[in-house]
């Protein structure tokens, strides 16, 4: 067998550096170009991908890393676990993840605790797995035929059949596993990258058996490629015996995030993830260096901790950065050159220096008053009918909203021209909401170009980029803020849009703020403070605003927290400290609110019903959440509920439009385990990345549910 390389990366970023691949598919789903065109973007940004990796030094190229959609919606693909009902779309790859007018999608969440989201596998008892192998197979082909010999990257069963709740179809789907390693071994292939990060996890001894039967029949196999195994956001903890124990050759461990192990693996290459894949900062060659003359193993080989999907490309496209926090970055190329630096650089023969940490005092939540008193307050207040609709906050932003904030950086456009826009914009927006008849307005934000980068801006401690975008999911990116000094606010951030917004109507507009947690979530953050600390900087200047709104007048504000979920630590041991700490950081956010100032908050695509009780506990007088896409799943979690709650009747990242009878089913369905004082009609999310006449058309179908429900009631 084939030595594995000294030098490698778990995967790279997809999505291209100008977005090449987002504009492509946007293109391709509104029939604007076809399927050839997608297609030859996305070879493009392969070939981009091998050569650049190859031009810095790597030793070790992955391929079937790069996704049209989703890695995980590819490996149910790759294993045919494709549900009937989407066979016969004209696309069912998209169909799965977008759905269509007549076809609601796979469900979406959180990969792990990071922002990327994947399409969960629908797997039954029924389905039947079928090897599809063309894409990794065709991909290795590819970059052969430009010179390069890479390693193909699938997501590993385990991991695949716990994010699909179907472990117990493990015996069948390690059939198509074998089959795929016995091609790869025809294709000449030399290794295969198996993904495993749910071993990081706590692990029942059930699901620990499962991984000793899957890699021990798979490392049985006589005609397969080396197997590399790779885990990384965490320790692999009981995991790692129980993986060394099967014929398995290298193993790939997360040293940013957890230790050196103790465990001798003589017989095995251990590839040493000791450049972070999650944050933008340069990688102390010392403490890489001595973390790997740690690691006890017959070969040891440099790479990142887990796949650069998660940071963007270049600092090289960041002139305007300031020199100095710009000396201190690594983006994706910058990281590829540290790990081909360490790999050629003497090993320390000493075990990494451990940072010291002092622990945090226990949190007192701030309290408001009591929720029955700020109620009965916000009821005489806004006078609001039963089942009020409301929307989460966003409004569809349109190509002249993007063309006029490019036009005011590059100076072609004035402050003034630009503002007057946004009213423009705005008053739009309040008018549509007046006319379908909602009940809670929103002024759809139109000058943000996004939830977290929009505050980021006008806070202190904070940098922006220009071109620093990190894939979300689908075509969907972000450009995370960098975080890297003290938070403060110098001046009111929301205020003058809220009051213009609240001028042009009788009805309530909601003032609109990202909470604290989901500012740092979103965010590269500082490494020289504890997490806690900087969020609660952040919830220090979140309650300034709250403050500052209320003051001009506002009555109702939503200080989103879709992030609570996300940063959930994935070992139980560490999560009630953070949840403790995490709701105090919002309760301080919104400490200042009077009793008659209604409160709302906002979760989504996180699993949010393994934390209804936190959730609970951030005393919003009104929490909206995401429900429709995952098929309600939140509902037999919140009969406890005892605040205001909105599970979200409309899934806003389909472009398909809900009927009436489905959005009145689903507030049925509501209205089953909750009564009907407590209960709002809303989407999942924000309506950001749909259209006028989507938006228009699907709210048009929630307001005649609505109206149906409260003629019954």
């Known amino acids: 067998m084939s030595p594995f390389p000294t030098s490698t990366v778990l995967g790279y970023p997809r999505i291209g550096p100008r977005r090449e691949l987002k504009r492509a598919l946007e293109s391709y789903w509104n029939g604007t170009s076809g399927r050839d065109e997608l297609d030859r973007v996305g070879a493009e940004i392969r070939e981009r991908t091998w050569r650049r990796l190859a031009e810095l030094g790597l030793e070790g190229l992955p391929s079937n890393t790069f996704s049209m959609y989703d890695q995980v919606l590819d490996t149910a693909v790759l294993l045919g676990a494709v549900p009937a009902r989407y066979r016969a779309a004209d696309d069912p790859y998209f169909a799965m993840a977008r759905g269509t007018e007549g076809l609601a999608p796979l469900r979406m969440t959180k990969w792990f605790d990071t922002n990327y989201h994947y399409i969960v596998p629908e797997i039954g008892p029924d389905t039947v797995f079928a090897l599809d192998a063309a894409k990794p197979l065709a991909e290795v082909r590819e970059a052969r035929a430009l010179g390069f010999e890479t390693r193909p990257v699938v997501v590993g069963p385990v991991t695949f059949l716990l994010l699909a709740g179907a472990l117990d179809r493990l015996d069948d789907v390690l059939g198509c596993y074998a089959e795929l390693l016995s091609l790869l071994a025809a294709e000449g292939v030399a290794w295969v990258q198996l993904d495993e990060p749910a071993l990081v996890g706590d692990r029942s001894a059930e699901e620990l058996a499962a991984v000793r039967a899957a890699y021990a029949r798979l490392g049985s196999l006589a005609d397969r490629p080396g197997l590399f195994v790779a885990s990384y956001f965490g320790d692999l903890g009981e995991a790692l015996p129980a993986l ?18 103790a465990l001798d693996l003589s017989g095995k290459t251990v590839v040493a993830g000791v450049v972070s894949g999650r944050d933008v900062w340069r990688t102390s060659p010392e403490r890489a260096l001595a973390a790997l003359g740690a690691v006890r193993a017959s070969e040891v080989t440099v790479s990142t901790s887990c796949s650069l999907l998660h940071v963007p490309y270049s600092v090289a496209a960041e002139p305007e950065l300031e ?18 630096a360490l790999a050629r650089s003497p090993r320390l023969d ?67 021209d630009y503002e007057r826009q946004v009213e423009a914009e705005i008053e739009r927006v309040i008018r549509v909401q007046e006319r379908l008849g909602l009940d809670v307005l929103v002024h759809g934000e139109p000058e943000r170009n996004d939830m977290v980068q929009y505050f980021a801006e006008h806070l202190d401690g904070f940098a922006v980029t220009r071109n620093g975008w990190v894939q979300s999911y689908g075509s969907r990116c972000t450009r995370p803020p960098i975080l890297h000094g003290d938070v403060g606010r110098p001046a009111p951030i929301t205020v003058r849009w809220a009051t213009y917004a609240q001028s042009l109507t009788d009805k309530p507009v909601k003032g609109m703020l990202t909470g604290p947690v989901t500012i740092v979530a979103w965010s590269f953050v500082r490494d020289d403070l504890p997490l806690r600390d900087v969020v609660f900087q952040v919830a220090d200047a979140v309650r300034d605003e709250v403050r500052d709104l209320e003051a001009a007048g506002v009555s109702i504000i939503q200080v989103d927290e879709p992030a609570l979920r996300e940063l959930l630590p994935l070992r139980r041991a560490a999560q009630a400290d953070y949840l403790e700490w995490a709701v105090a950081a919002y309760r301080r956010a919104t400490s200042g609110a009077s009793d008659r100032t209604q409160i709302h908050t906002h979760l989504c695509y996180s699993d949010a019903d393994q934390i209804v009780t936190a959730i609970d506990g951030l005393d919003a007088d009104v929490t909206t959440i995401e429900s429709a896409r995952s098929g309600a799943r939140i509902l ?5 509920f005892t ?10 990242h389909s472009p398909r439009v809900p009927a009436a009878a489905e959005v009145e089913d689903l507030l049925r369905r509501t209205l089953a385990v909750l009564p009907v004082e407590r209960v709002w009609v809303n989407p999942d999310c924000g309506l950001k990345t749909r259209t006028y006449e989507e938006v228009e058309a699907a ?15």
């Open 636 to 640: 037999p979690t919140v009969g406890s």
């Open 323 to 340: 020199p100095g926090l710009r000396a201190r970055l690594a983006f994706a190329e910058e990281k590829v050159a540290e790990v081909v």
């Open 244 to 261: 060394a124990a099967t014929p398995v050759e290298a193993i790939g461990l997360d040293l940013v995030r957890g230790g050196v192990p």
């Open 643 to 652: 605040r205001g709650l909105g599970p979200g009747v409309y899934d806003i």
């Open 350 to 416: 000493a075990s990494p220096a451990e940072p010291s940490v002092a622990l945090p005092a226990p949190v007192a939540p701030e309290r408001r008053g009591p929720y029955a008193v700020r109620a009965a307050a916000q009821a005489e207040h806004l006078g609001l009918p039963p089942l009020p609709i409301t929307t989460i906050g966003s409004f569809p932003q349109t190509g002249s909203l993007r063309a006029a904030r490019a036009a005011v950086a590059s100076g072609t456009l004035s402050q003034d």
């Open 699 to 713: 709210l048009a179908n929630v307001v005649t549910a609505t109206r149906t429900l409260r003629a019954d009631l």
